[in-house]
């Protein structure tokens, strides 16, 4: 099983972001995904949600409105977009899978900077 994040990096606050998560090793399309973030001195926050089918999605209030979650089923992949970024964004982003017997995947993490 692996869940690999990419397309962290260096943003300026306001500008935008799409960071991806690729699975394999597993049933990705039976699996909901999430998005989690770690903040410097902070604990684990939960950002964005998806259901297997990509019909349902929830976010955090801090990225509500901001933020979109999707995935591509045929390609394994879920994806975060992320709008007018502020510096409270800067975290470690986390992806995450969520299986139908309570399996529970962990990606390695894409680091975040927003900094002008």
């Known amino acids: 099983v692996q869940l690999v994040e990419s397309g962290g990096g260096l943003v300026q606050p306001g500008r935008s972001l799409r960071i991806s998560c690729a699975a394999s090793g597993f049933s990705f399309d039976a699996f909901g995904m999430r998005w989690y973030r770690r903040a410097p001195g902070k604990g684990r926050e939960f950002v964005a949600a998806?259901?297997?089918?990509?019909?349902?999605?929830h976010y955090a209030d801090s990225m509500k409105g901001r933020s979109t979650i999707s995935r591509d089923n045929a390609k394994n992949t879920v994806y975060l977009q992320m709008n007018s970024l502020k510096p409270e964004d800067t975290a470690v982003y986390y992806c995450n899978a969520q299986g139908p017997f309570g399996e529970d995947y962990w990606g390695q993490g894409t680091q975040v900077t927003v900094s002008s």
């Open positions: 998806i259901t297997s089918v990509g019909d349902i999605t």
